[in-house]
């Protein structure tokens, strides 16, 4: 069963417009997640990330939110921009050894 | 890339053929990984290598085997290939611990 779970498969968004994606998880011993985006026939690529001692961090447009109570994360993306449209992963680690990852969303972020 | 350089890119192969799936790295990380991708089920870890001459099982081991005779190389054997391994495979390192960076991906397909 999954450990990492993105109930989402796409999303879609007007350009200038707030994109939220959201991603659960089940092992409370995930101390560490993360986001990836990916572009097709391309490797995913690292966005952002978050510790568990934190509830939030950002990064220019990008802001994730970690709810450790209701063991749920989720990804800002503020402006949303054409280029945003790709695939995004979360994923989460104990301890920094084998990452999980989420089954993925497809953000389309329409001009 | 990330420095991670993955061959082949693209084979097909035939069910009950055996191949090995090539993975280097330009650094001399510790950590490297071995995942596939499949659509609806997103990045699903095979196997793990925290260092030189150790591997650990993933979520989808089975079929698969591993081995990182040094620091640099990390590869994939299919034994006796299988229509259920038809998939996108990924190499991943990660320099720090908290963070996985992938190679770009090899695309397989088993008639």
């Known amino acids: 069963d999954q450990q990492v779970k993105q109930n989402s498969p796409s999303l879609s968004v007007q350009e200038g417009r707030i994109s939220i994606l959201n991603c659960d998880y089940t092992n409370s011993m995930f101390d560490y997640f993360l986001w990836y985006k990916k572009y097709p026939a391309e490797g995913p690529t690292f966005l952002i990330s978050?510790?568990?001692?934190?509830d939030k961090n950002e990064d220019g447009r990008f802001t994730v939110f970690l709810n450790k109570s209701a063991k749920h994360l989720s990804l800002h993306i503020v402006p949303s921009q054409p280029g945003d449209s790709a695939v995004y992963f979360c994923a989460a680690s104990e301890g920094f050894n084998k990452f999980y990852f989420g089954s993925g969303t497809k953000l389309n972020v329409k001009p | 890339n990330a420095g991670v350089t993955q061959t082949p890119k693209f084979q097909v192969l035939k069910t009950g053929q055996s191949m090995t799936l090539q993975c280097a790295q330009d650094?001399?990380?510790?950590?490297m990984y071995w995942y596939r991708q499949d659509p609806g089920m997103g990045l699903r870890l095979i196997y793990y290598?925290?260092?030189?001459?150790?591997?650990d099982k993933g979520e989808v081991p089975n079929g698969y085997n591993v081995s990182r005779l040094n620091k640099r190389e990390f590869s994939l054997r299919l034994e006796s290939a299988a229509p259920s391994q038809t998939s996108v495979y990924f190499c991943a390192i990660s320099p720090s611990g908290n963070t996985i960076y992938f190679g770009e991906g090899s695309w397989l397909t088993v008639v």
């Open positions: 650094m001399n990380h510790n950590s």
């Open positions: 978050i510790s568990s001692i934190k």
């Open positions: 290598s925290a260092s030189e001459g150790t591997t």
